[in-house]
C-alpha cells in the first residue's frame, strides 16, 4: 500500500476460517518529507550587524538545524540571532535533518541573502575641556572618517549643521559634545566629549561717579559676575542705609528718597555666595560722589 500525503491511517486486517472471522486495527503514520525554510530581518544594514534569522521549516518530527551565515560562522539553534563584523555581501543557508520517523535532509539556500555596508567613524578634538564662564569659547576639529554629513550638540540646546566648529558656553555647569555623522548609506556613528564650564566670580567697584546727567558715569554699580544672593547696599556718614539692590545690574543714581544727595563720600558694602566655591564672601568700601 502507498499513501500519496501525510496522515494517520488505520489498517485492518480481516481473517476468516471455519466461518469464524477475527480483525486487527492498527494506525500507519505517514510523515511528511522535511523541507528547510527560513526568514530574516532586517536584510541590510551597517557594520556590525545583527540579524535575526527565523525558522520556517516543516517536518513530523524533531528536527536538527545547521545554518552557514555565509561569514565562516555556523549555528545549531533553530531561530539564531547573528552578527556580521565584516563589510560584504553574504549567502545563507539552512540544513534541517530528521532524526526518527522519516529520517531526511533538507536544504534551503539564499544567495546574496544579508547586505553589511560600511559604517562611518565619528572623531573629534575641543579646544579644552575645561574653560572658565568669563572664556567660555570652545572650538570643535573634525576627526571623523568617511561621513558624508555631520551634526554637532554641544549639550546646551545649541547644534550646528557640520563637523566642526566652535561655540560659547553663556552658564557655568557641565556638558556633553556629542558629533553625529551618516555616509551614504545612511549608517550612523557618534562621539562625544564632556565639558566643564567653571564658575568664577569677578567684581570691579569704581570708587567715584558724577551724577549729574551726562549720560556719563552717572550710576555707581559694581561690575560683578559669578554670584548668587547678591546684595549690594549705600549708607552715608551717619550710617543711614540710604540704597539697596539685589539686582546686580542695578546702580545707585545719588538720590535717597527721590532727593540729590550731596557730594560726599559715601560707604558701599557687597555681599554675595562666590558659585565657584559655595562661600559667603562680604566687601566693603568708599565712593566719592562729585556734582
Known amino acids: 500500500m502507498t499513501w500519496s500525503s501525510p496522515g494517520n491511517y488505520i489498517v485492518t486486517l480481516q481473517v476468516d476460517e471455519n466461518g469464524c472471522t477475527g480483525t486487527f486495527s492498527d494506525t500507519v503514520i505517514v510523515y511528511p518529507m522535511p523541507t528547510a525554510d527560513f526568514a530574516a530581518t532586517p536584510l541590510v544594514g551597517c557594520n556590525p550587524f545583527t540579524v535575526q534569522f527565523s525558522d520556517s521549516s516543516v517536518a513530523g518530527t524533531p528536527m536538527q538545524y545547521l545554518w552557514s551565515f555565509g561569514d ?105 559634545i556629542t558629533q553625529y555623522v551618516w555616509n551614504e548609506y545612511g549608517c550612523p556613528d557618534t562621539f562625544q566629549i564632556p565639558i566643564e564650564v567653571l564658575p568664577e566670580h569677578r567684581f570691579y567697584v569704581p570708587n567715584t561717579f558724577t551724577p549729574n546727567g551726562d549720560g556719563l558715569n552717572d550710576f555707581f554699580m559694581p561690575a560683578i559676575m559669578g554670584v548668587e544672593n547678591f546684595r549690594f547696599t549705600i549708607y552715608n556718614r551717619w550710617g543711614e542705609m540710604i540704597f539697596e539692590s539685589r539686582d546686580i545690574y542695578k546702580g ?28 559667603e564672601r562680604y566687601y566693603i568700601g568708599h565712593v566719592n560722589l562729585i556734582r
Open 72 to 176: 565562516g560562522s555556523f549555528s545549531t539553534d533553530n531561530n539564531p540571532v547573528h552578527t556580521y563584523t565584516n563589510v560584504g555581501v553574504y549567502d545563507v543557508m539552512l540544513i534541517i535533518q530528521t532524526t526518527n520517523g522519516c529520517v531526511s535532509i533538507d536544504t534551503f539556500y539564499v544567495p546574496n541573502m544579508i547586505t553589511v555596508n560600511p559604517s562611518p567613524l565619528a572623531n573629534f578634538a575641543v579646544s579644552a575641556t575645561t574653560v572658565s564662564i568669563f572664556d567660555p569659547l570652545i572650538s570643535v576639529t573634525d576627526f571623523s572618517i568617511d561621513g558624508d554629513s555631520c551634526l554637532l550638540d554641544f549639550g546646551d540646546g545649541y547644534t550646528i549643521n557640520g563637523c566642526e566648529g566652535a561655540h560659547v558656553y553663556w552658564q557655568y555647569g557641565n556638558y556633553v
Open 252 to 279: 545707585w543714581d545719588g538720590r535717597y528718597k527721590d532727593n540729590k544727595c550731596q557730594q560726599d563720600v559715601y560707604v558701599w558694602k557687597i555681599e554675595f555666595l562666590d558659585i565657584a566655591s559655595g562661600e
